[in-house]
Antibody, heavy 125, light 108 residues
């Protein structure tokens, strides 16, 4: 079955960077966008960006330009999200999620399904 | 950027009752590209509805989505114990893809 498995929890100091992974299985990795979404404690969801695993092109909201880097390794069907210059406001659970429609059908326009299990990132001095 | 506003913020209902959750967009969501998700504590979101009214695979028939343009609704008929959770709407029509702040459905 289609599955996204994320890396484990991280604790970082302010100013540091964190790199999270999301390993996909059960489908052709390069055919579907992978999105990253975060959820601060007790809060809603914030979309952080997406990557096209086929060519590696990415898109981000303005808020994260220059601070988020999305990469992929097609040999292991893994997407990486690196977030730099961490502050306490970056403490959150980070989810990866697959665009449910194939890129060839809908481009990046798709609802998100399935989601990874989430990775808690804690930023504290 | 499309801002989604969900109401009510909290809803307390009894088992067997029906629930109506609202999601209003700051501008029209083209092609009704709106999804609904359910989230339980410590879990990832679960897709319920996409395209405003299409139920996802495996979702019980008591869940239904409706609406278009700027006003969307998720209706749950005959609440079951497992339905008490937080519900979020999301628009995927235009980047940045945005979510509502959620409606918490609790047991009365």
């Amino acid at each position: 079955q289609v599955q996204l498995v994320q890396s484990g929890a991280e604790v970082k100091k302010p100013g540091a960077s964190v790199k999270l992974s999301c390993m996909a299985s059960g489908y052709t990795f390069t055919n579907y966008y992978i999105h990253w979404v975060r959820q601060a404690p007790g809060q809603g969801f914030e979309w952080m960006g997406a990557i096209n695993p086929y060519g590696g092109s990415t898109s981000h909201p303005q808020k994260f330009q220059g601070r988020v880097s999305l990469t992929r390794d097609t040999s292991t069907s893994t997407v990486y999200m690196e977030l730099s210059s961490l502050s306490s406001e970056d403490t959150a659970v980070y989810f990866c999620a697959r665009g449910s429609l194939a890129i060839a059908v809908a481009g990046s326009v798709s609802w998100f399904d399935p989601w990874g299990q989430g990775t808690l990132v804690t930023v504290s001095s | 950027e499309i801002v989604l506003t969900q109401s009510p913020g909290t809803l307390s209902l009894s088992l067997g009752e029906g629930a109506t959750l609202s999601c209003r967009a700051s501008q029209s969501v083209s092609s009704d590209y709106l999804a609904w998700y359910q989230q339980k504590p410590g879990q990832a979101p679960r897709l319920l509805v996409y395209g405003a009214s299409s139920r996802a695979a495996g979702v019980p028939g008591r869940f239904s989505g409706s609406g278009s343009g700027t006003d969307f609704t998720l209706t749950i008929s005959r609440l079951e114990p497992e339905d008490f959770a937080v519900y979020y709407c999301q628009q995927y029509a235009s980047s940045p893809y945005s979510f509502g702040q959620g409606t918490k459905l609790g047991i009365k």
